[in-house]
């Protein structure tokens, strides 16, 4: 079997496109070698040998070791270095590399091929022998934190203990004679440890560095990260082997991460750090400040360290071309990681650069511009649900700020919050509905937990490219790095601020991720604007989908909501949450309760022109689009008192003794009320509600067409119909009653009448109940119930489990279960067209707002989705995706 792919020397067995076998990593340097880019020569082992290293007891297919000697030497070959000795040692990086990018969680190991011998070799050939001995303490360092398991905190102390006794601040004050020395007091660490000593022998380093690699697929990290990201266990990580090429090779020689444009912004313009004389992660673990990549970059950051442009012109010319090359190669914005060995360019890294929404819209839309990419492409660019970040508040410009510190502006939007020092108050704050503000000296891997539940981090190290910045914009949350005026005190657990400000546990603070500010309590925000770049991609979303998107609204300010959303109707109104506002309750106890239909109806009465108002309200502010309206559908009793105390407030205020109120709210309970006297079932047996109902809605249609100009496009709704019986017996009732506001007011309201499809049996019967439904409308939340007999409101109690479990992958209320209730829908879909073949059909569950379920609505061919207006941008591009 072929587990080894070659790249180095201007070619590679690899390309891009093999991500699935090669690792991302592995298939991006092989792409980057084929097309000529200095890339250090190396080999890929595949993905597949992980799952065999797992599945044969940690151990590594037999004829894989061959296929890496033969590998190496190639790479001897083309660096003219020989591995494990000779005068020209040639060093290599044992690299992790997965399918799906997963920043951090895994395991490198840099250096690999230094001993005692070797060590000499090197710094001879070089002519620096305190580079050789810096790479050797860095390489024993890692070896024996990821191969031998020994923390690698245990060493900084070490270091930090030498550099106390020379009375150095940084690493690169260390001579060549001192790494030495710190080298020594390594080795006999590990023996103190471990009891047994460094290994010396570059092969045996090199079995047990792959192994290792591989092992750290299934570190608590990595597989906390994949169950998050959905990442699936099977796919194992790619090892890549590397010839080194050092940054630490002095002042000539350097190492950075950049992005092809901004990752915050969008704006096309290089953007990245490095750091002189240093090696591997050094940048991202803010051991010193990095320095900014360009001199745009270090004016903006008012930095005083020069910028590579400056420093290195001839390795920054060269790396800026390589980046437009690679951005017009792969037609997108990337993030790369490069190394200047001597004044010469390595490229070590691409990838795909992970940004905010905001800057992945500005991307799209000037690729477009700049002809890279087509207008469909751009719409397939935004991640829908991404779209939430754009409606993230932002702080109100009109307040005084008190600003109590400041950073950078690691990932925008501002949020409010209590601070917690720790990941686990974070996860534990969130569970119990508390907002907070994750506060760190910096983060790691092992804080991503906490990072998902904080609603913002400040951390007080670290540059735009460290592990807070990057995970942050990930997650689209606020992010404010390097702080460095502000002092976390683990200890004491509190947050100094500047001027003196002193914050403890439980403190309000803000964050302002687009200017890099802290400041001092809660901070009025305001909604941003969804113009500009934003505009235009929602524009090209709405030109290419099929479907239109309409919204469930029940109020007023939902309606409008929606409609500066992009909402084209009313898709659901609920026409109960009306009658819980103000007194409104008070009188529709009153017709609950009544004894008689003289009683109901005087109650009704008071309740007509509310109603009026309410629907005239919506229709003004559709405009002539459609609204949908469903009759009365809850369970009575849910409008009912609850408490003793309650029942007698409202027995008081409707003159009647609470012993009989008691009594008929007892006669009025259910067992199991979801599946009682609710939907259709009040209408047919209460008639005068739905006649009520009825009227408001005409009367109100016949008002806003006056006003408007425009009559609206009415639909109503009955809901959980299961027989074409119930149908028809409410649907006379309602052409009645449009008859008689006809006579009254001599104006013609059009309307359609139809059923929400939410029970099994309508989904089977639907080419019968088509005989008088005149539009579909699928209530996937109920369907959803209905069809696995599984209540919505106790699911949370075992779905978790049944994820956990594997018995399900995607709890079925928040993506549609395609397989059973998705398969309702398209046959009743079917059998009502077979019927009715201009039956309207469209959905009005939560999964009108998924992406996944609109999907599939768009493959049943449904006419449109209604979902809640916040989420009505997300419905709008992914309904064009669907459509592309
Ligand atoms: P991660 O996936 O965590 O980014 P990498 O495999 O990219 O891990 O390695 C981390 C860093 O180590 C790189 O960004 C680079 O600075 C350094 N590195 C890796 N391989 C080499 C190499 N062949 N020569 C020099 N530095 C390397
Ligand atoms: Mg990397
Ligand atoms: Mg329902």
């Given at each position: 079997l072929k587990w080894v792919y070659r790249f180095g020397g201007g070619e590679?067995?690899?390309?891009?496109?093999d991500s699935a076998r090669l690792g991302g990593k592995g298939a991006n340097l092989a792409e980057m070698a084929s097309l000529g880019l200095p890339v250090p020569p190396g080999l890929t082992i595949i993905c597949d040998a992980c799952t065999h290293y797992f599945n044969n007891g940690r151990t590594l297919p037999e004829d894989l070791k061959q296929q890496v000697l033969d590998g190496i030497t190639a790479m001897e070959a083309i660096t003219g270095r020989k591995f494990g000795g000779g005068a020209t040692p040639l060093l290599l990086s044992v690299r992790s590399g997965a399918r799906a990018s997963m920043p951090g969680m895994m395991d490198t190991v840099l250096n690999l091929g230094l001993n005692d011998e070797t060590v000499q070799a090197l710094g001879h050939d070089a002519g620096d022998a305190r580079f050789a001995w810096d790479s050797y303490r860095r390489f024993i360092q890692m070896y024996a934190d990821v191969v031998m398991g020994l923390d690698h905190e245990i060493f900084e102390e070490i270091l930090e203990d030498e550099k106390a006794r020379l009375g150095h601040e940084y690493d690169t004050e260390l001579s060549a004679v001192d790494w030495q020395h710190v080298v020594s007091l390594y080795k006999q660490m590990i023996e103190d440890e471990l009891g047994e000593d460094f290994p010396q022998d570059p092969y045996l380093q090199l079995w047990r560095a792959i192994s290792a690699v591989f092992a750290s697929w299934m570190n608590p990290r990595a597989k906390t990260f994949r169950t998050l990201h959905r990442i699936p266990e099977e796919w194992g990580t790619a090892v890549n082997v590397q010839a080194m090429v050092f940054g630490?090779?002095?002042?000539s020689s350097a190492t950075g991460v950049a992005f092809t444009r901004n990752p915050s912004t969008g704006e096309n313009a290089l953007y990245g750090e490095f750091l002189v004389n240093a090696q591997g992660e050094d940048v991202v673990a803010g051991i010193r400040t990095p320095q900014s990549i360009t001199e745009e970059g270090r004016l903006a950051s008012g930095s005083e360290k020069p910028s590579l442009e400056k420093l290195m012109p001839d390795a920054f010319a060269e790396f800026r071309a390589t980046c437009l090359r690679l951005e017009s190669h792969y037609r997108d914005m990337q993030d790369v990681e490069f190394t200047i060995e001597r004044g010469k360019l390595w490229m070590l890294q691409t990838r795909s650069g992970k940004r905010t929404t905001k800057a992945a819209m500005k991307i799209a839309v000037d690729m477009v511009d700049e002809g890279v990419i087509t207008e469909p492409e751009a719409v397939c660019?935004?991640?829908?649900?991404?779209?939430d970040q754009l409606m993230h508040p932002t702080i109100d410009p009109r307040v005084e700020r008190q600003i109590v510190g400041s950073g950078l502006p690691a990932s925008p939007g501002a949020a409010t919050g209590e601070i917690v020092f720790t990941a686990e108050e974070a996860v534990a704050a969130e569970e119990e509905g508390r907002k907070v503000i994750l506060v760190r000296i910096e983060t790691s891997p092992e804080d991503i937990h906490g990072m998902h539940a904080a609603e913002a981090i400040l951390t007080t190290r670290g540059g735009m490219t460290s592990h807070a910045a990057v995970v942050a914009r990930g997650m689209g949350i606020p992010c404010v790095v390097g702080a460095g005026s502000m002092r976390v005190d683990m200890r004491n657990e509190t947050l100094l601020g500047i001027g003196g400000a002193v914050f403890r546990r439980g403190d309000i603070i803000t964050i302002d991720g687009s200017s890099g500010q802290v400041l001092k309590g809660a901070v009025p925000m305001i909604q941003p604007a969804l113009s500009g770049d934003f505009g235009k991609l929602m524009a090209w979303a709405d030109k290419t989908r099929r479907m239109t998107v309409r919204t469930n609204a029940d109020t007023p300010q939902d309606a409008r909501a929606a409609r500066s959303f992009g909402?084209?109707?009313?898709?659901?109104?609920?026409?109960?949450?009306?009658?819980?506002e103000g007194d409104r309750i008070h009188i529709m106890r009153e017709m609950i309760l009544a004894e008689d239909e003289k009683a109901r109806r005087a109650a009704l009465a008071k309740l007509l022109p509310m109603q009026r108002s309410d629907f005239t309200e919506l229709f003004e502010i559709m405009h002539g689009l459609p609204v949908t309206i469903r009759l009365l559908d809850p369970p009575l009793h849910e409008f009912l008192p609850k408490t003793e105390a309650e029942i007698d407030d409202v027995a008081r205020a409707m003159a009647m003794p609470p012993a009989f109120l008691a009594r008929r709210i007892d006669a009025l309970h259910e067992f199991n009320p979801m599946l009682g006297h609710r939907g259709c079932r009040l209408a047919i047996s209460y008639p005068e509600i739905a006649e009520m109902q009825a009227r408001a809605i005409f009367e109100a249609a016949v008002a806003a067409a006056k006003k408007t100009g425009e009559p609206v496009e009415l639909e109503i709704l009955v809901p959980l119909v299961s027989l074409r019986s119930e149908l028809d017996y409410v649907k006379t009732v309602i052409d009645q009653v449009a008859a008689e506001v006809l006579g009254e007011t001599g104006v013609t309201i059009a309307y359609l009448s139809g059923t929400m499809i939410e029970l099994p049996r309508a989904a089977i019967r639907a080419h019968v109940i088509a005989e008088t439904a005149e539009f579909f409308s699928f209530g996937t939340n109920d369907l959803t119930q209905t069809t696995f007999g599984m209540s919505r409101d106790d699911a949370a109690s075992f779905i978790p489990t049944y994820q956990r479990k594997g018995?399900?992958?995607?709890?079925p209320f928040v993506s549609l279960d395609f397989d059973g209730v998705g398969e309702l829908i398209q046959l009743a879909a079917e059998r009502g067209r077979k019927t009715r073949p201009d039956l309207k059909l469209g959905i009005c569950g939560e999964h009108g707002g998924d992406p996944a379920s609109i999907r599939f609505c768009e493959n049943a061919d449904l006419d449109y989705v209604s979902c809640s207006p916040f989420r009505v941008p997300i419905a709008r591009l992914a309904a064009a995706q669907a459509a592309i």
């Open positions: 590679a067995e690899g390309r891009a496109a630490n090779l002095g002042t660019r935004i991640d829908p649900p991404s779209l909402a084209e109707g009313i898709g659901l109104c609920r026409t109960e949450h009306m009658f819980f018995i399900i992958e995607h709890d």
